[in-house]
């Protein structure tokens, strides 16, 4: 894919590119939303998140800002504090003659890497042994305490926004950990209140049993450096 380079003409590029829905648009926020899967033309595989009219408020943007430009903050910021995330290709946002919001945030692929709801699904506590399972868990926990120490909050922590990749077999096998759909993340003043409430809402909202969920709480607060409040 060749893109040109100013901002505008690169904008254009990828809002006219036509791929899978991987996510079909839906509306919210007063707006439409999805996610088409795009090739590069060079064999990768990118993720192109296209909105209209989707928009966030708050009191720095009382009026509105388009969601994929605070998702883009967020995916920097944790990749900047280690976190293991997409890397973004593209992100912008323009009004078309209507003077509606248009955005894009295009993203690389995490190759080999599929939710953690599906990895459970498909058998990775049979199929793998349990040494594996902990270092998951071990990559997860350290994942999210770079980010809470940060103080981003992811904000919509479930189990299918968890991203997981193995590559080997037995105990030779080796375990990634990725975090997607950052579209809600926001700074918090308080590093324990978006800890608590981020491992709050991961335990209520993905497939990790009570004993592997206590296993996930000491690796958390080992690398986090101290007890979350109001977890046990």
Request: hydrophobic share 40%; charged share 25%.
């Amino acid at each position: 894919m060749a893109v040109a380079l100013n901002q505008e003409s690169e904008f254009d590029f990828y809002w006219q590119q036509q791929g899978e829905w991987v996510e079909e648009p839906n509306r919210r926020r007063g707006g439409e939303s999805g996610v088409q899967r795009l090739d590069d033309g060079r064999g990768h595989v990118l993720y192109a998140k296209r909105q209209v009219g989707h928009l966030y408020r708050g009191w720095l943007h009382p009026f509105g800002r388009p969601t994929v430009l605070r998702e883009q903050d967020a995916l920097t910021n944790c990749a900047r504090l280690g976190v293991r995330v997409p890397r973004i290709v593209f992100c912008g946002a323009q009004r078309d003659a209507d003077h509606q919001w248009r955005a894009l945030l295009v993203s690389e692929a995490l190759e080999g890497f599929v939710d953690l709801e599906s990895w459970y699904a498909a058998g990775a506590l049979a199929r793998y042994p349990e040494a594996l399972h902990q270092r998951m868990l071990k990559e997860l926990a350290e994942n999210m305490a770079r980010m809470h120490r940060g103080h981003w909050q992811h904000s919509c922590l479930y189990g299918k926004h968890v991203f997981v990749k193995v590559t080997g077999e037995g105990e030779a096998a080796e375990v990634e950990v990725a975090l997607l759909d950052l579209e809600k993340a926001r700074r918090r003043l308080s590093c324990q209140n978006a800890a608590r409430k981020d491992l709050s809402q991961l335990q209520r909202h993905s497939s990790i049993h009570d004993a592997h969920f206590r296993s996930l709480l000491y690796f958390y607060q080992t690398a986090f450096g101290s007890a979350v409040k109001g977890l046990g």
